[in-house]
């Protein structure tokens, strides 16, 4: 049994607590569960498998903002701004940062091969 599909056992368990499994084709290596009214989710959860392309530039993504503090403070900024522009639409706000996300994941692994 690989990791994900040891995921799919976390399907019946989190249902339980209120959380709908949500299948998403676009993203093989990750299982995804929300709660919360559609569209307006208070709860996501993401499950990746381990060591996947999605993993690591979660990864990249996380310690960059942890060395780049600066660029923390920019991804907050923006969050607050497109979360007071969207407040009723979940699916435009993460559309609009993804961009953001994408150019730190690009800069995480340029620094990356730089340094080897």
């Known amino acids: ?8 056992l976390f399907i019946e368990p ?3 607590l209120g959380y709908e499994y949500v299948p ?12 919360g ?5 208070t709860h ?3 499950v990746y498998e381990l060591s996947s392309d999605e993993w ?15 660029k ?3 991804y907050a900024q923006l969050k607050k701004h497109l979360a007071s522009l969207y407040l009723e639409d979940r ?4 559309q609009q940062k993804a961009p953001f996300i994408q150019s730190v994941i690009e800069l995480a692994k340029k620094l990356t091969r730089n340094k080897s």
């Open 1 to 8: 049994m690989n990791y994900l599909d040891e995921a799919d």
């Open 14 to 16: 989190l249902r339980k």
């Open 24 to 35: 998403k084709v676009d993203f093989p290596n990750r299982r995804f569960f929300r709660k």
């Open 37 to 41: 009214e559609w569209r307006k989710g």
């Open 44 to 46: 996501h959860l993401h």
């Open 56 to 70: 690591n530039n979660n990864l990249l993504f996380r310690n960059y903002l942890r060395s780049h503090p600066e």
């Open 72 to 74: 923390l403070v920019e």
């Open 91 to 94: 699916t435009t706000y993460t």
